[in-house]
């Protein structure tokens, strides 16, 4: 699969944008705030309907007096396949997917552009919350098999649902509103036990990639762990929980048990990394978790994701440059800097970023 080109109107600092992208590796240099991962931030949202950096799109249209819609398209070929994928970007209301123009939904353009990013906010996988967390093993399920993306998203939606009746309620449960929230229960219960079990699995098989991709990195070997910390005791499963935990549900007027409650608990040398590791080590293990993540995805795919890699190497010392480079192999690369790289980088193309245009120089 390559990304090849790639159009943009009114996208971030981009009025306009027509660029192709060779195979292998291309760098884009610029200095800060020129639009260098605005350029990275459109091919994801191409590739997956969302964006790394914020949750509405609002963000994404150019802002600028009667600019109401910005436009993403991109040509991607895999095989013998041409596919023209394109969004309509709208500021104030939901985007439109198309593939090769027809109306396309999240679950079946998952999967046919399989991405991988790295960015130095991935620090979050570490300091920041649970929430993080889930989002990073969802995301990378939702790329493995996109079936899941499916439950994620019915879970979501029945959670609102539920935490709206038990709202509605009050804490005083009649026999009417007893048996809808049977029924919501049983939703919940049925797609949390599934998107859990997933998770689970998910983590078992991340956990000697982690430690592999951590060698590879670090060229270090630490006792490295990765545990899915549930928020409700598996007995019975999610069903039995929700039984249980009812009672606290009315009280709070909210579902105090679930997939939503869950984290990923990552130990370094039997301590909890949240709150022990390094900088460095952080950073590293951040890495390593994305890192595994591409390789399981690609052996889940068949094929090596695209790779994003938005300003990588700035923190990093030289000799973890070099283990990242090493190991971060793909058929296409697209790479972005402000500043220096390891000097062994290998690329076949070199574009200038700044004030939202680009010029190939090399
Ligand atoms: N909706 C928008 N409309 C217009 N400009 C925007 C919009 N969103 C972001 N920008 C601007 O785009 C510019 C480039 O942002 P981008 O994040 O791509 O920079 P960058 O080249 O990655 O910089 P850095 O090296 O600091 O990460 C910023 O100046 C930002 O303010
Ligand atoms: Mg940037």
Avoid: C
Avoid at 95 to 106: G, L, T
Avoid at 124 to 130: A, I, R, S, T
Avoid at 140 to 165: F, K, M, T, Y
Avoid at 202 to 215: D, G, H, K, N
Wanted: glycine share 8%; hydrophobic share 40%; charged share 25%.
């Amino acid at each position: 699969m390559r990304f090849k080109r790639l159009w943009l109107a009114d996208f971030r600092n981009y009025v306009h944008l027509d660029l192709e992208f060779p195979p292998g590796t291309s760098l884009f240099v610029g200095s800060n705030g020129e639009g260098k991962t605005n350029l990275l931030e459109a091919v994801f949202y191409l590739a997956t309907m969302t964006s790394f950096r914020v949750g509405s799109s609002e963000a994404l249209v150019r802002s600028a007096d009667g600019t109401a819609e910005a436009i993403v398209r991109g040509e991607v070929v895999t095989g013998q396949r041409e596919i023209l994928l394109e969004a309509a970007v709208r500021s104030g209301g939901r985007s439109q997917f198309q593939m090769n123009r027809q109306r396309v939904r999240r679950r079946d353009l998952l999967g046919v552009v399989p991405i991988s990013v790295f960015m130095p906010d991935d620090l979050v996988l570490l300091k920041g919350g649970p929430g993080d967390r889930r989002r990073f093993l969802d995301d990378a399920l939702s790329q493995i098999d996109p079936r899941l993306d499916v439950v994620r998203s019915e879970l979501e939606s029945v959670l609102r649902q539920r935490n709206a009746l038990l709202r509605q309620i009050g804490g005083r449960l009649n026999g009417d509103a007893a048996s809808t929230l049977d029924v919501w229960d049983q939703k919940f219960a049925e797609a949390g036990d599934a998107l859990t079990a997933a998770r689970r699995e998910l983590v078992t098989r991340l956990q000697p990639r982690a430690l592999q991709a951590y060698w590879d990195i670090a060229a270090r070997e630490v006792h490295l762990g990765l545990d899915y910390a549930s928020s409700w005791a598996p007995e019975g499963g999610l069903g039995e929980a929700l039984a249980r935990a009812r009672r606290e549900d009315l009280r709070r007027a909210a579902t105090t048990v679930g997939p939503h409650r869950d984290d990923l608990v990552v130990w370094i040398e039997g301590r909890p990394a949240r709150t022990h590791a390094s900088q460095g080590e952080q950073r590293s293990l951040a890495l390593s978790l994305r890192l595994a993540v591409h390789r399981e995805v690609a052996a889940a795919a068949g094929q090596t994701p695209l790779l994003l890699l938005d300003d990588v190497f700035s923190e990093l010392d030289p000799d973890r440059s070099r283990g990242v480079l090493h190991a971060l192999q793909s058929e296409q690369t697209l790479l972005t800097t402000a500043g220096a790289l390891p000097p062994e980088i290998d690329y076949n193309a070199r574009f200038r970023v700044a004030g939202g245009r680009i010029v190939r120089e090399v």
